[in-house]
Structures are given as structure tokens and as C-alpha cells.
């Protein structure tokens, strides 16, 4: 660190992401990717012309992605926004809406604390229940900017649309962002309910479902007073928050849907079996709604087992938080992927 950093920057704990070690060729199970390629419309979409159109700035206003998703939902252009992947509206919603604070999960995304920090926005962190559920009611009446990701992460439990429901009413001065990040692999998306509550920002990612997260593209959904408060930020940011070549291949994503749906299918068919496979094996998984599974076993520890993967080729992410420690989260690969999994999680535990 410099001498020159500003001093309220001096302190912050910066977001660790997921491991990307290259001493050799691991099976990536730690940061929630498709273990899919795009659709082969999306990889069509790309070419060399497309590539010496480099040369020029994207279109600030993203205007044919937002057609494209607006028909697709159901809503309107100015109900949607466009970012550099999704972490850049968490990081604008805290920004934005954080003036009276924040609350969101004890455990859940860990980004959230660090936009906080960053943006010196005062957070309450609210305790999961005994079983890794969302304990909805304390978050009525707060009247702050509440966070919640649904399904939450690491522990992949949704939360019913009554309780978010319940949450929008009795928060009707605080903005509540709901990160659907995983929502497309069995949770229920309350993006519907932006119409009747102004107070919603729903956020969403290419990322996960979308097999896109080197493309970085994120999207949030909500009234247009919202959406027009985080153009605003945008413009006063990066105006060309979102490069050509992901715009392109974002409208080409967008005209596959049939394409994703199936691998999100795919995706919760393996979930299930993978699931069966850990439990036969003695391990508690958690209940989960998105593409990975937050497991423990009751004789490994959490790093032993996540160390023991790694040394085998496989990569999963451990969390050292107290309550979590003895948990792996797994993302979902590939059915082989899994099965070789099962495989080498077999000879460790014995
Ligand atoms: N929300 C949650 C809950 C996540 O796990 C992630 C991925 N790390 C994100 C948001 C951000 O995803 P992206 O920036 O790739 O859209």
C-alpha cells in the first residue's frame, strides 16, 4: 500500500474471489460456473468483423440487449439495467441506497460487507437460523437497505416469495435488493412484483445459468426511478460500462433460451444425483436451490476434506467463518465430473 491511498480505503478488507491455481489441470468446482459452453448460436455470433469493431465504443445505452430481455420478461426498457457482470450493481446499490445503513445475512455472498466498507455504509448482520434458513421476520420494519440472495450463497436455500413479499411491505423507505444470481436452478424469481413495489431491486447474472462469466454481464431489474438512479451512477462512472463483444453475445444468449433452460435441467438432474451420491456417503447436504451443494461430513473436517480434493485435481471452495468450517461448497459440473468426485471423496474417507 501506498502513502498516497486515502485513508478511508486503507483499511478495507478487499473480496477474495474463488482460487485460480495453474499447476495443473484441476476439475474447477469452487466458483459456481456452467460446466457448459454457450449455446452455439452464441459462439457463432463471434467473428473477426466483430473484433475489428473493437475499434469502436459500444452502445452506451445497450438498447438492443434491453429489447431483447424486456420482450423475453415481460417488461419494459426502463426496467432494466446493464452491467459489468452483477457484483457492479451490488457495488451501485450499496453506493446508491446505503445512506441509513445496511442489513443483510451472516452468512451469505461475501461481497456484501466489502461494498459496505467500501462505501463506509454502516451494516447489521443478521444470524441464519439453526437450520441455514433466512430468519425473514427480522428484516421487517428496518426501513435500510437490505440485501438478500435467493437462493442464499453458500447455503443454496431459497426463501418463499410470501416472506420477500413480506419484506418489500414493511420496508417501504429502504430499498430491498433480492441477488438472484442463482435463481435459475429451482428457485422461484420475484422479478414480477417490481410493478408493485418501487422499493425492488432484483439482480441477476449471466454468469451461472448463462455459461458467461468471462463475459462479465450482469442485469437488475426494477421501477424506472430505480433503474434511473443506477444509469445515473453509470454515466458518472463508466458510460461504456459494457464492452461490444459481451453486448453481442449477450442478445445472441438471449435468443437461445430453450438452450439454457436444458442445461439448467441438466444442472439440477446432477444436483440430485450428486446430492443422493454425498448422503449415501455419510455427508449432510443442505437443502439447495442453486448449482452447487454446501455439504459436511461427520468425521472430515471442512479444510481437510477441501485440501485432500485439491491435491487430487479437484477444486472446491472452503469458508473459514467459525459456523461454516466444517462445510465445502461444490459447484455442479459435468455428471462425469461428479462421479469422479464421488470417486476420490470415497477414498479420502476411508
Ligand atoms: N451474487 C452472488 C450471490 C454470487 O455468488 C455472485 C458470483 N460470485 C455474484 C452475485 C456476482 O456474479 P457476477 O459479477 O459474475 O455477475
Not at 469452487?30 to 459500444?58: C, F, I
Not at 439482480?203 to 458467461?212: A, D, Q
Amino acid at each position: 500500500m501506498s502513502r498516497f491511498l486515502k485513508d478511508r480505503y486503507a483499511a478495507l478488507e478487499a473480496y477474495t474471489p474463488g482460487e485460480q491455481p495453474r499447476d495443473m489441470d484441476y476439475i474447477k468446482l469452487n466458483t459456481n460456473e456452467s460446466p457448459y459452453p454457450p449455446a452455439p448460436a452464441v459462439v457463432a455470433a463471434m467473428s473477426g468483423e466483430q473484433v475489428e469493431n473493437l475499434r469502436l465504443y459500444s452502445d452506451p445505452t445497450a438498447k438492443g440487449l434491453k429489447e431483447k430481455l424486456a420482450a423475453l420478461y415481460g417488461l419494459k426498457e426502463s426496467n432494466i439495467f446493464l452491467s459489468n457482470g452483477s457484483d457492479d450493481i451490488l457495488n451501485f446499490a450499496f453506493m446508491a441506497y446505503g445512506q441509513n445503513g445496511a442489513i443483510f445475512p451472516d452468512i451469505t455472498y461475501g461481497f456484501y460487507p466489502v461494498f459496505g466498507d467500501l462505501h463506509g455504509v454502516e451494516y447489521e448482520e443478521i444470524t441464519l437460523k439453526e437450520d441455514f434458513t433466512i430468519n425473514y421476520e427480522e428484516y421487517f420494519g428496518k426501513n435500510k437497505l437490505i440485501v438478500i440472495a435467493n437462493p442464499n450463497a453458500p447455503t443454496g436455500i431459497s426463501l418463499p416469495l410470501s416472506a420477500i413479499e413480506g419484506i418489500l411491505k414493511s420496508n417501504p423507505d429502504g430499498v430491498v435488493v433480492i441477488d438472484e444470481a442463482y435463481v435459475d436452478f429451482g428457485g422461484v424469481s420475484c422479478y414480477q412484483l417490481i410493478e408493485r413495489y418501487e422499493n425492488l431491486l432484483v439482480c441477476r447474472t449471466f454468469s451461472k445459468s448463462r455459461c458467461l462469466a468471462g463475459g462479465r454481464l450482469g442485469y437488475a431489474f426494477g421501477s424506472p426511478a430505480l433503474i434511473a438512479d443506477l444509469e445515473k451512477i453509470k454515466y458518472s462512472t463508466n458510460p461504456y460500462n459494457i464492452n461490444r463483444l459481451t453486448l453481442l453475445l449477450g442478445e445472441a444468449t438471449v435468443e437461445a433460451e430453450r438452450y439454457y433452460q436444458e442445461k439448467c435441467a441438466a444442472i439440477i438432474e446432477t444436483r440430485t444425483q450428486t446430492a443422493k451420491a454425498l448422503e449415501g456417503l455419510g455427508f449432510e447436504v443442505l437443502p439447495s436451490d442453486a448449482n452447487f451443494l454446501f455439504a459436511r461430513h461427520p468425521k472430515v473436517g471442512g479444510e481437510a476434506l477441501y485440501l485432500a480434493l485439491k491435491e487430487k485435481g479437484i477444486l472446491v471452495r472452503h469458508f473459514r467463518k467459525e459456523r461454516i468450517k466444517e462445510f465445502n461448497r461444490i459447484t455442479i459440473g459435468t455428471p462425469e465430473q461428479m462421479q469422479k468426485m464421488i470417486e476420490i471423496i470415497k477414498e479420502i474417507i476411508q
